[in-house]
């Protein structure tokens, strides 16, 4: 499995990703108040982006999802 993520890693900075980083699933921290800071106040890109609420998952089935795997891979 390692060499896969060291191969999704490489990819992605050759498709331009300025970093890519595997990391285990236990590293990410869900905390609902996260999803709070679009709501109170009120963010004004609300319901416009597809990365943003409403359009995501609730936070409990995200959760759940993410459990179901063993690494992630972030990508800026």
Do not use: H, W
């Not at 890693?9 to 699933?25: F, V, Y």
């Not at 869900?30 to 679009?38: A, G, P, Q, T, Y």
């Amino acid at each position: 499995m390692k060499s896969s993520l060291n191969q999704l890693q490489n990819e992605a900075i050759q498709l331009g990703a300025t970093q890519a980083k595997g990391i285990p699933i236990s590293f990410i921290a869900i905390d609902e108040r996260v999803r709070l800071k679009c709501l109170v106040p009120l963010c004004d890109k609300y319901n416009q982006n597809l990365m943003c609420p409403p359009n995501l998952p609730a936070v409990e089935e995200f959760r759940k999802s993410l459990n179901k795997y063993s690494n992630a891979l972030f990508v800026q």
